[in-house]
């Protein structure tokens, strides 16, 4: 979960060029829960979509979309 908000934290994101141009890229700044799955750390942790999903749920200055809505995402 720590690693997941420190991906879309503000200190992060001044530097980590490709979240911060999947935001831009996005209609409303949605980043797919597929796109941590390329992250080295989260590889190494093994996690899957659900476990992103689960770890991202009640985090704080973040929201989730879930099916049915659209295929799982999350933004600040």
């Known amino acids: ?3 997941l908000q420190f991906y879309l934290s503000d200190e992060n994101l001044r ?7 999947t935001i831009a890229a996005s ?11 390329g992250c080295r750390r989260i590889q190494h942790l093994e996690a ?7 770890a991202l749920r009640h985090a704080p200055d973040v929201e989730l979309r879930e099916p049915p ?3 799982e995402a999350v933004r600040r």
Do not use: A, C, H, V
């Open 1 to 3: 979960k720590e690693q």
């Open 15 to 21: 530097y980590d060029y490709f979240f911060r141009n």
């Open 27 to 37: 209609t409303g700044g949605w980043i797919s829960l597929s796109s941590f799955l």
């Open 48 to 54: 899957t979509l659900q476990d992103i999903s689960r």
């Open 69 to 71: 809505t659209g295929s």
